[in-house]
């Protein structure tokens, strides 16, 4: 199981490296090559169109064919975006280079989908390690790619390509050899564990918090963290912080985020996944308040305040994907993961433009102040789930 697990962690690390092309060179792209910065944010927004796509794709392959292929066919779908988007630069094709990050968000609901194949690979009492174990390879990713905007530059003018295509390069590469390395381990998830059976195959089922208070969880936890992260660069910079400042607070942001996951996941097992979340939403309420209080010419308030919200991020999502995994039994089950996916990205394509009009209305105190708000409902729904509820069916 240990070994499945780790495989499973690699395979998203690599994966989460090819992100690294949307995630921080298409706002570049979209910039120069249409000439205005109000484009920048086109891209991601594909990505995000694109991960809500992937995941109902990938959830119905799943329960045809099995849960590596459904990923494999994510990652192969993401290699040719990636590959679309370094043709397309070099005809200055920007339509192109979009629809070709709508087909590299495939691969980013692959890259967080394979969490659910190890909690598949997991006993029932450990899926949230097993969950946790994952996100912590994502971070590992998230933290190399960028990195690589510099040296993969540097190739792709070697290769006779533009320099912001570099990126591009890596995830037509990164793409298959995650997808190589899930199609290897399919064969062995079916395995018995220590004398067991596998999550999936026949354990007994903890208890049931219900798909829909799962969903929920995960949508709201994904939007109140893309509602405050898309306005903190701005803000930092409003107030004549270096771009140097805005990477570091960032950085720990993401670090929060994905970091503690294996902890955390731990914490779900032993508590409980419902109390867990529930922990994280008051976390992101507390971040919240916290951020409508701090100095706003300060760095390092606003850095705890969100290396805060990204424990709330990270005690929420992976709760919530517990929850999924203990919602429903076998086929219905890949189904509430491939919603819960989906509702994550409908979240963060809604959460930035809101983010927006609040900010422009009432300015960044408004904005944490109305996070806090929606995260104590998230709170109180939480809260009610650990009583028995029989919500087993998906509307």
Known sequence: MRSAQLVLAAATAVGSVGLAAGGVAGALIAAEMTGSSTSAGVPLGAVVVGSAAGAVLISRLTRFAGRSAGLVVGYAVGAAGAAL???AMTTSNFGVVVAGHVAIGVANAAVYLTR???ADAALA???GRALGVILTGAAVGAVAGPNLLGPSGDLAVQLGLPRLSGLYVVAVVAFPVAGAILALFGRRAREPVNGGLRAGTGQPPRSRPGVGTAVFVLAVTNLVMVAVMAIVPLHLVAHGHHLDVVGVVVSVHVLCMLAPAPLVGWLADCAGAPLV???GAALIVIAGVAGALADPTSALSLTVVLAVLGLGWCAGVVAGSVMVTDSLPGAQQWRAEGIGEMAMGVAAGFGAPLAGLVV???GFPALV????VVSLVLLYRCLRSMRPVDERTIS
Not at 369 to 372: H, N
């Open 85 to 87: 988007v370094v043709a």
């Open 116 to 118: 659910y194949a190890a």
């Open 125 to 127: 009492a450990a899926r």
């Open 277 to 279: 979340a529930g922990t």
């Open 360 to 362: 422009a209305f009432g």
């Open 369 to 372: 102040v109305t996070t806090s």
